[in-house]
Structure formats: structure tokens, C-alpha cells
């Protein structure tokens, strides 16, 4: 069963599943980005109208949509979609095996920001809908990058300074700011 839970970003909603949607942790897909998609679930979606970017997460995707659709119209056609994939197939939406970008050598600094975004920031956010990934660390400066229900919210910025920002600079002392990417 397939229940909805509203986000701080009036357009975007979470929608939560029994199910595993997604093996791999948390992707962000955009419709201008969607020619190129080899997931037909995730093709399809993006092909409602009014929908402008869905982030899989291991329990729940979020949906962000434009301001010509409401949530009358598309929320049914979003549990459809998500209903109609569980009925047929028996495995997440997205399965292992795309990406394993992790660099085995990464200093302590990076590690333990990393850490405190994965421990004490990640959940935070995916509650919210959302998810923030680390982009780089440089001079003192996390890059992030905010998605799903956060890229576009108007309290993302706000989440980023005062949330963000003051964990992880409590946390791990190298950091002097954090900026999205």
C-alpha cells in the first residue's frame, strides 16, 4: 500500500511503499534529463504531466511538480504507477549495480563529513522527501547538493545554514561553511 506524507516544498510530495523502491540508496531523475533513461519506470513518470523531477530513496520516492498540476490530478496517477510496478514485479525500481564511486583514499576530513551527512543530516532530510548529497570539500568549504523535495524549497536555504552548516561544523572542526552546489 502506497500512502503520501506532504513535504515542506508545497510542490513535492513523498510517497511511501512497503516495498523497496530503491537497492542503490537515494537518485535524483529530472525531465529535462530523461531522454537518456534506460529505467522505464522512471522514464514513464517523468513523462506525467506537471512532473518535474522524482528522487527514489529506499522506502519512498518524491515526487516535485510544476505549478500548471495539482495534486488531485497527478497523486492518483503517481500510486497508480508505483502499484501497477509492485503488482508485476517482484524487486525494487532500481536494483544494484550502477555505481560504486566511492575513492578508497579519501582523507579523515572528507570521511568524517561524510559521516555526519550520512548519521545525523541524511534522515533529516529524506523525512522531509529530500536528500543531500557531498559534492567536495575545499579551503574549509562543503559543496552539497540538495534534492527531491529540498532542491527548490523555500526553506532549503535556511536547512542548509542553520542545519547543515552548524552540525557539521560542530562535528568536524575543518569546516568553516557550507554552500549548495
Known amino acids: 500500500m502506497i500512502q503520501t506524507e506532504s513535504t515542506p516544498n508545497p510542490n513535492s510530495l513523498k510517497f511511501l511503499s512497503e516495498k523497496v523502491i530503491s537497492a542503490i540508496g537515494t537518485e535524483e531523475f529530472q525531465r529535462e534529463k530523461s531522454k537518456d533513461l534506460k529505467n522505464k519506470f522512471v522514464k514513464e513518470l517523468l513523462e506525467f504531466k506537471g512532473v518535474e523531477l522524482v528522487l527514489l530513496s529506499k522506502n519512498f520516492l518524491s515526487v516535485k511538480k510544476t505549478d500548471d498540476v495539482t495534486w488531485n490530478e497527478l497523486k492518483p496517477m503517481v500510486i497508480s ?101
Open 81 to 181: 504507477h508505483l502499484n501497477h510496478y509492485f503488482e508485476k514485479n517482484n524487486e525494487p525500481i532500481l536494483k544494484e549495480n550502477i555505481k560504486s564511486n566511492t575513492n578508497k583514499d579519501e582523507d579523515e576530513t572528507v570521511k568524517k563529513i561524510i559521516d555526519v551527512l550520512d548519521t545525523k543530516i541524511r534522515p533529516a532530510v529524506a523525512r522531509d522527501g529530500g536528500d543531500i548529497k557531498f559534492k567536495s570539500f575545499e579551503n574549509g568549504v562543503v559543496k552539497v547538493e540538495l534534492q527531491g523535495s529540498c532542491s527548490g524549497c523555500p526553506s532549503s536555504l535556511m536547512t542548509l545554514k542553520q542545519g547543515v552548516q552548524n552540525l557539521l561544523k560542530h562535528y568536524v572542526k575543518e569546516v568553516n561553511s557550507v554552500e549548495a552546489n
